[in-house]
């Protein structure tokens, strides 16, 4: 079993939706967590972090669940431009903080 | 504003050839990271270097070599490349606090054939 398991998708929504990701981790040692976005072809780059409280950015909601394990990302109002896949990550503690990828979701989001 | 600059960004290998990809950061980081990425498959882990003089082994290493040349600098090597390494392969690099993000290169597209 992957310390990181996501829904692979895709989801397919019109404009104007709302959205939601799940996410779940194994390894208890788990420190810290972000949601990360990765373009066609492209290399990940930082959505952003998720903390204990839930945070929020513009249109995007994140939420972590340490008692039952799950991270969600919650998209409002998608854009065309949204469409990407997001990879939830986890900092898994050790001798290092090891950044360990779940393998994405895809989101297409169409007119 | 380099980042994180990997080269090369394409190869194409015959069987049984060797090669090294090489990895630099410019933002003073102490971990530097080497992903492979499969279709379906996620980004995973290939070796680490928690710090300058220091690698180990991730979720598939098994083919490849590191060396953590210096603090900026962190190549990934495969003595002899098979079919199964065609992948695309990611650099990345982080400060070691808890709630760091991770910075990537911009990947190479390896084909072996």
């Known amino acids: 079993r992957k310390e990181v398991e996501q829904d692979p998708g895709p989801f397919n929504v019109p404009e104007g939706a709302t959205v939601a990701f799940n996410c779940t981790y194994s390894n208890s040692a788990s420190q810290s967590f972000f949601w990360y976005r990765q373009d066609c072809r492209k290399e990940p780059k930082l959505l952003m972090s998720?903390?204990?409280s839930g945070n929020e950015d513009g249109r995007f909601t994140a939420q972590l669940n340490r008692a039952s394990q799950y991270i969600s990302l919650l998209i409002r109002d998608s854009k065309l431009s949204d469409s990407a896949t997001y990879l939830c990550?986890?900092?898994?503690?050790?001798?290092?903080?090891?950044?360990?990828f779940g393998r994405g979701t895809s989101l297409i989001v169409h007119p | 504003n380099a980042g994180v600059t990997q080269t090369p960004k394409f190869q194409v290998l015959k069987t049984g050839q060797s090669m090294t990809l090489q990895c630099a950061q410019d933002?003073?980081?102490?971990?530097m990271y080497w992903y492979r990425q499969d279709p379906g498959m996620g980004l995973r882990l290939i070796y680490y270097?928690?710090?300058?003089?220091?690698?180990d082994k991730g979720e598939v290493p098994n083919g490849y070599n590191v060396s953590r040349l210096n603090k900026r600098e962190f190549s990934l090597r495969l003595e002899s490349a098979a079919p199964s390494q065609t992948s695309v392969y990611f650099c990345a690099s982080s400060a070691r606090d808890l709630n760091t993000e991770a910075f990537f290169g911009q990947g190479t597209r390896l084909t072996v054939v």
């Open positions: 990550v986890v900092n898994i503690a050790g001798g290092s903080y090891i950044p360990t």
């Open positions: 933002m003073n980081h102490n971990s």
């Open positions: 270097s928690a710090s300058e003089g220091t690698t």
């Open positions: 998720v903390y204990s």
